[in-house]
């Protein structure tokens, strides 16, 4: 199923990309939400902040502030749709879901979008493991990233807010080749910065090198996300 199969129908008035990056997230917004008015993407990285405003420099209603997400600076009640992607395991999540909850409209919808651990095939295993380890490779360098939570424990984060009307789709493609060429080389430079970026644990330098043989033998598929949501 894909991503506009459920946002097409939905007005998001004002909307806001917490923990927004690049804006990535904003990108699926934009192109399968039936209309909105404003997006505003929140982050607290200055490089997030660059890439941003770049990206969408001749958008005028779609901005960036940098923020905290534990700490939103807006008043209750202020967006029509409060949005998270791929962000809770870099984060406190359950203060920031309440943080987004504060800031919804009753009646506003708020959107999870986050990649899980469990329930994957063989090739999407790659990915879940992959990230785990990049996950360990931050986390020795001071950035805060978590392992991926399992598809029940997201659920259970997103029922704590007592949403109505909460919908859940799992996203997932296992069309492309797993053994891709062109993929297979991009991954190679990613895998070169992060054994640098784990020099001085030669355990995580190690299971980089187990991973590199994994991806050429088993191969490679997104994990499956999990668009979770629900009105306030
Ligand atoms: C994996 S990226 C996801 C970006 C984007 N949402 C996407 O789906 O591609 C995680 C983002 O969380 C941001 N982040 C981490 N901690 C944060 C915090 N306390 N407040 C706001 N943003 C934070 C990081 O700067 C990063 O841009």
Redesign the pocket.
């Given at each position: 199923m894909e991503s506009d199969d459920i946002l097409s129908s939905i007005s998001g008035g004002r909307v806001l990309d917490v923990?927004?990056?690049g804006g990535?997230?904003i990108h699926t917004l934009m192109d399968e939400l039936k209309d909105y008015t404003e997006i505003i993407g929140?982050?607290?990285?200055k490089n997030?902040a660059a890439a941003f405003s770049e990206t969408f420099r001749k958008q005028k209603n779609i901005h960036f502030q940098l923020?905290?997400?534990?700490h939103l600076d807006f008043g209750d009640e202020t967006f029509d749709t409060v949005c998270i992607?791929?962000?809770l395991h870099?984060?406190d999540p359950e203060p920031v879901l309440r943080e987004m909850k504060r800031v919804l409209r009753p009646g506003g919808l708020l959107v999870v979008s986050e990649m899980y651990r469990d329930n994957q095939t063989d090739t999407q295993m790659t990915h879940v493991l992959l990230h785990h380890w990049w996950a360990a490779v931050d986390t020795v360098n001071d950035i805060?990233h978590r392992e991926t939570y399992t598809r029940e424990e997201l659920m259970q984060m997103i029922a704590k807010l007592e949403l109505s009307d909460v919908t859940s789709v799992d996203l997932f493609d296992l069309s492309d080749d797993p053994k891709s060429p062109d993929f297979l080389e991009q991954l190679d430079s990613v895998f070169e910065s992060y054994i640098q970026r784990a020099e001085g644990h030669p355990e995580l330098q190690a299971r980089g090198e187990e991973l590199k043989t994994r991806v050429k033998e088993i191969g490679f598929h997104s994990a499956t996300t999990l668009v979770a949501m629900g009105r306030k």
């Open positions: 923990a927004t990056g990535n997230f929140v982050d607290n990285s997030a923020m905290d997400a534990h992607s791929n962000s870099h984060l805060v």
